[in-house]
């Protein structure tokens, strides 16, 4: 007899529908797997053996045949263990009395029939085609999860006997409550801009990046708080909308990074990985690629703390996500694309030391610095939209009594002016000012005569590439809409450039 159900596959952070065909023939006894299986489906013959024995059912002793469709795409993950055995179960008669077309089915089983949680759940129920006429049968603990999607009918079982009563009619399941998104939004629990001591400039400078998403690199003598201004910035970006939520949640849902009580990423993502971690893990990777912390860092922040001492290869790598937004990752059987649209904030010490250009002397000798600079390319340092400098702080500044700006009065400016920019790029395929083309730089980023002058002499002078020039303006445009300005004024356009000549003070020493 054969049975026929249908689960998903995750391919990157994508799902495609795949066809369990189980078929028993006469013969003798064996269980075989085809479909380009991967080690982890192939183990599940003994897991699903087990699991049919202890929940009080009868393994078939008959030649099993399994085939996973389409034969021609890789398929990997522990969650076929479900549909495997509902169709062994179907195929030899012991599940009768219900039909499963239009039922999806996932889950790891243990040996005793209990059904584990898997990763991936949310791009399943995700999957473009699944309507409410679709029921999704999942593992308990990803029921929250497979509930964000809104779009399928989710049912959470603990056991395989549980599942076999419900398809065979003897008991009913609720479908799964859905989740508030509301609820999620998480605006408190990020340290606050008002703890930061002076540094005026360099929160300006942030303030600048949380309105554009821009990438910063900050540099300056150790203590001057280059950490703490990083760790405060998810707190002054607008909430999160739930379409960057399902996006940035489906991302740790494939990883397995999610709660199982509280499976929402709520709350803007903070990714700060150590300077010893692979360029795979930073750009993502593995022999069946998955996203990296650039990928988990997505509508979020990135932080490279001590950017110089990361490895060149994990450096440059970031090159391309920087500029696309995305990352590629080519292997020999498919290619899969993560999105990777974050702000990178970097920050580096002048020298091994950390004294060099500060009011400390330098240890130092002119060669150590120039090739502990060096290690920052110059076509990374071009990608870096702002180049900011923070000093060390002063006795007075860290005993002002007067508050300092909490981040939520700063948030509130950032979603003006990002607010700005929704309305401006509603006929465009983007939301942020540093996401325009050089095209839409030419539309929306105009200067008026002594703006070009000015902009002409400082290209001139410093010797600014292509890139930077567009930066430049992309910079000063988001400066211009924190000062609800229509148009790019001269004194945006000089703010803007002093970001960019910083650089000069260090790397042409």
Known sequence: MLASLKTLVITGIDAHLVRVEVDLQNGLPGFDIVGLASASIREARERVRSAIKNSGYQFPNRKIIVNLAPADLKKEGSHFDLPIAVGILLASGQIVNRSLEHYYLA?????????????????????????????????HDNGNEAALAGTVNIFGVKNLQQICHYLDG??????????????????HNSPDFSEVRGQEA????????????????????????????????PGILPPM??????????????????????PLIGSRPFRSPHKNASAASIIGGGKIPRPGEISLAQNGV??????????????????????DKVVTIARSQATYTFPANFSLIASMNPCPCGN???????????????????????????????????????FDELHQPQPQENSGTIRDQVSEAREIQKIRFTDYPIKLNSQMNPAQVKLFCRLDHESEDLLKNVFQRLKLSARAYDRI?????????????????????????QYRGLDRKYWEN
């Open 107 to 139: 889950g790891e089983l243990s040996l005793d029939g209990t059904i584990r949680k898997v990763p991936g759940i949310l791009p399943m129920a995700l999957q473009p085609g699944l309507t409410r006429t679709i029921n999704f049968i999942v593992p």
């Open 170 to 187: 003897y008991i009913e399941l609720a479908p799964w409550p859905e989740i508030n998104f509301d609820q999620a939004l998480d605006l």
């Open 202 to 233: 360099a929160k300006k400078a942030l303030q600048i990046a949380a309105a554009g998403m821009h990438n910063v690199l900050l540099i300056g003598p150790p203590g001057g708080g280059k950490t703490m201004l990083a760790r405060r910035l």
């Open 241 to 262: 909308t739930r379409e960057e939520i399902l996006e940035t949640t489906r991302i740790y849902s494939v990883t397995g990074l999610l709660d199982p009580l509280h």
């Open 302 to 323: 990135l932080f490279l703390d001590e950017l110089p001492e990361f490895s060149r290869d994990v450096l440059e790598s970031l090159r391309q996500p920087l500029e």
């Open 356 to 394: 060099f250009g500060s009011d400390l002397e330098c240890r130092c000798s002119p060669l150590q610095i120039r090739n502990y600079l060096n290690r920052i390319s110059g076509p990374l340092l071009d990608r870096l939209d702002m180049h900011v400098e923070v000093s060390r702080v002063n």
């Open 473 to 497: 303006l992309k910079v000063a445009r988001t400066i211009a809409d924190l000062d609800h300005s229509n148009h790019i004024k001269i004194h945006h356009l000089a703010e803007s450039l």
